[in-house]
């Protein structure tokens, strides 16, 4: 008991948020609600990191993050709303299962509580593991399906799984898990809004100290990455057939809304001769680009959702991955856990306020990494 109020008292402390945002602590949640059971899991702990290589804000991208605890929480007749899984006490956001990617501030802006309307009523135990990343790759990948792990480690039962399946991957990486998806709530119409008769939640499984509102870098606890590998990689052995025997790959980003090459050609046609295939991979199905990484020898990538699929990459795997304007060490940390061969290239200055644009890469960026393919 004393470790749970402990721990409820530091999280609780670490986000700030303005007096007209409709939010509440965990801690206070569990003290106006005493029906509230609070499941303690893994205890805190710090992880190091080789620091990155090309750091410009060092508060961003902490080397010794410290993890905290995961737990879970039952509410009896527990409210959700949204993709965003916005868990509700006495109407209030319970704001320890809000996404620190985008500001608390910003969330709040899309919607009014007082316009929802009374939730669909849905029998039984429900488990919540969506959060506002559910949009990215990356993000769903190895956090809402890090809390799916969460569950399982621990025995968790539910009937339902509630979580947005709207784009393929999401439907397909559950169908490999061996979910019912006669068992999934998704997030959609009458279904955007439910009240169990028990809201089960796992805690948030990147969430580090010290706390920071919208990081550049994600943080993944190194043994929840082992149990997705665990959990997905067999199906590369009985899917034989999928196509993608090179070893030698560059990802592009030409499909991408954002941070897009406009030159790619060119930076491309600086590694073709060297045996590279480029691969647009959201033409590829979630098992050929399980595939394409697992094969490869050497990545080559500019930074972005792509490189999620590191996951599936070999120990020992050559990663070249280079930065527009963004200064972020997700993929720096995830090779590390992976034990992969990671290389970092600075093209432009970083810029945060310009992290996001399309920009042109100065094709001399590549030079010294290109003198190895030479020898």
């Given amino acids: 008991m004393i470790k749970r109020v402990c721990f409820l008292v530091v999280f609780a402390t670490t986000f700030v948020f303005t007096k007209e945002l409709p939010l509440i602590s965990l801690f206070d949640a569990i003290e106006q609600n005493k029906k509230i059971e609070y499941i303690h899991c893994l205890d805190g702990y710090q992880k190091t990191f080789k620091p990155f290589s090309l750091v410009n804000w060092?508060?961003?991208?902490?080397?010794?993050?410290?993890?905290?605890?995961?737990?879970?929480?039952?509410?009896?007749?527990?409210?959700?709303?949204?993709?965003?899984?916005?868990?509700?006490?006495?109407?209030?956001?319970?704001?320890?299962?809000?996404?620190?990617?985008?500001?608390?501030?910003?969330?709040?802006?899309?919607?009014?509580?007082?316009?929802?309307?009374?939730?669909?009523?849905?029998?039984?135990?429900?488990?919540?593991?969506?959060?506002?990343?559910?949009?990215?790759?990356?993000?769903?990948?190895?956090?809402?399906?890090?809390?799916?792990?969460?569950?399982?480690?621990?025995?968790?039962?539910?009937?339902?799984?509630?979580?947005?399946?709207?784009?393929p991957f999401m439907k397909d990486v559950l169908a490999l898990w061996g979910i019912d998806e006669n068992k999934i709530i998704t997030p959609d119409g009458l279904t955007n809004y439910?009240?169990?008769?028990?809201?089960?939640v796992p805690s948030l499984v990147s969430t580090i100290l010290p706390y920071v509102e919208h990081p550049f870098s994600s943080y993944m606890q190194p043994w929840i990455i082992e149990r997705i590998r665990s959990k997905l990689l067999p199906f590369l052995d009985v899917n034989k057939n999928t196509k993608a025997p090179e070893k030698r790959i560059f990802i592009s980003r030409?499909?991408?809304?954002?941070?897009?090459?406009?030159?790619?050609?060119?930076?491309?046609a600086l590694f073709e001769p060297f045996g590279f295939k480029r691969y647009t991979l959201d033409s590829l199905s979630l098992l050929e680009q399980m595939s394409l990484f697992n094969r490869a020898d050497i990545i080559v990538a500019s930074h972005g959702a792509g490189l999620t699929n590191?996951?599936?990459?070999?120990?020992?795997?050559?990663?070249?991955?280079?930065?527009?304007?963004?200064?972020?060490?997700?993929?720096?940390?995830?090779?590390?856990?992976?034990?992969?061969?990671?290389?970092c290239i600075k093209t432009v200055e970083f810029d945060k306020n310009h992290s996001m644009r399309n920009t042109v890469v100065p094709l001399e960026c590549f030079d010294e990494v290109l003198k190895e393919f030479s020898i």
Avoid at 82 to 111: H, T, V
Avoid at 194 to 200: F, M, P, T, Y
Avoid at 254 to 268: G, I, P, Q, S, Y
């Fill in 58 to 167: 060092p508060d961003l991208q902490p080397s010794e993050p410290f993890f905290l605890p995961t737990f879970f929480i039952k509410i009896p007749q527990g409210r959700v709303y949204s993709p965003r899984g916005y868990i509700f006490c006495n109407n209030l956001i319970i704001k320890d299962f809000m996404w620190s990617n985008i500001p608390a501030a910003e969330q709040m802006k899309r919607f009014h509580i007082e316009t929802l309307k009374s939730p669909e009523s849905i029998p039984g135990r429900v488990a919540v593991i969506t959060h506002d990343g559910w949009f990215c790759y990356y993000h769903w990948m190895t956090e809402i399906l890090g809390r799916l792990v969460l569950l399982e480690e621990y025995g968790i039962e539910y009937d339902w799984l509630y979580v947005t399946t709207s784009k």
């Fill in 194 to 200: 439910i009240q169990a008769d028990e809201l089960i």
């Fill in 254 to 268: 030409k499909d991408a809304r954002m941070r897009r090459v406009l030159n790619e050609d060119e930076v491309f």
């Fill in 310 to 343: 590191l996951i599936f990459s070999k120990p020992g795997t050559r990663v070249i991955e280079f930065f527009q304007a963004r200064p972020d060490a997700t993929y720096w940390n995830l090779c590390q856990i992976l034990r992969l061969n990671h290389t």
